[in-house]
């Protein structure tokens, strides 16, 4: 073997410029083969795929439908490659440290992806009951409506997984109920930013304001859920500490997601919302009285668009 080589064992490398490093290689390398170290690799690798397993086995059908879509795209830290870091270590080619780190950094990522899609359709769900309801009704019905949701899907979620009797986690389906609650008060509150189609915009226009609308209504109410997660996490967990640093990430990151769910939402009602005024404005401006009506629908659709474009009329 020529000088200046790099040799990998296992995890360690080992520059061989003399006579001396390469008996030094070989020493490490026979020290390699012996049972006793192979025991202790063979324990980190047992460590390393049953704590894979294990959040494997805690994942719902939220956190399954997300992972087959990434590994099917490649897009973020899919179980394919936690896998692959899996057997990047069993082959000496990272160390021990960075397989756990990929193992740690999927669950965290899973976690996160179901708390923000249960987030995003709890608002969802209470968004429109300040112009439904209005003043306290509002309020009180964002707070029942939005923790029995967030409740109630993290809770099917939960069913879903490999862990038995999972879903009748008491302490878990409070904490919910009580983080759902607060998100459905400030979207039930927030819903009054969503303003009605004005009348002579294109739909595109419709669609502009409903996204504008929508994503600040949404960052609002992801920030307010993302603080009041995290605050009801330290409070009922013994081994967690309060970090200022990480309640302003999980703040930022449901304020931001708060912000595309909300423009997305907003963007689709407010376009469909101006096309329908729109279709309501022309055809009440038809000018042939005389056009056939045929059902009782068409003449539903004609009395309400004589009333909406002629208020004043008795």
Not at 63 to 76: A, E, P, Q, R, V
């Amino acid at each position: 073997m020529p000088l200046n080589t790099t040799v990998n064992i296992r995890d360690e490398s080992y520059l061989l410029t003399s006579d001396t490093d390469k008996i030094a290689a070989s020493s490490a390398k026979r020290f390699d083969d012996s049972s006793i170290f192979d025991e202790h690799y063979d324990s980190e690798i047992q460590v390393l795929e049953e704590e894979f397993e294990t959040v494997c086995d805690k994942q719902g059908f939220l956190g399954k439908l997300w992972d087959g879509f990434k590994n099917f795209t490649g897009i973020g830290l899919s179980s394919d490659d936690v896998k692959e870091k899996i057997q990047q270590y069993e082959k000496g080619e990272i160390d021990y440290q960075e397989a756990v780190n990929c193992v740690e950094s999927y669950r965290e990522k899973q976690d996160n992806i179901v708390n923000i899609v249960t987030n995003a359709i709890t608002g969802l769900a209470t968004a429109g009951l300040a112009v439904t309801t209005g003043g306290v009704g509002a309020i009180i019905a964002g707070a029942i409506i939005g923790g029995l949701t967030k409740a109630g899907l993290k809770t099917i979620d939960r069913a879903t997984n490999n862990i038995a009797d999972d879903e009748l986690d008491v302490k878990q389906i409070i904490k919910d109920g009580a983080t759902g609650a607060v998100d459905g008060i400030v979207s039930a509150a927030t819903a009054g930013f969503i303003k009605a189609p004005i009348a002579g915009q294109t739909v595109g226009n419709g669609i502009k304001l409903g996204v504008l609308q929508g994503a600040k209504a949404g960052v609002i109410s992801g920030a307010a859920t993302g603080a009041a997660e995290y605050t009801v996490e330290v409070a009922t967990e013994n081994d967690k500490d309060f970090s200022f640093d990480e309640l302003l990430t999980v703040t930022t990151q449901n304020a931001l997601t708060g912000a595309i769910t909300g423009g997305i939402f907003g963007g689709i009602t407010g376009g469909i919302s101006q096309n329908n005024l729109n279709k309501k404005v022309v055809i009440s401006h038809n000018e042939n009285l005389g056009v056939q009506i045929d059902n009782t629908s068409q003449a539903m659709d004609y009395l309400e668009n004589f009333n909406y474009n002629n208020p004043d009329v008795a």
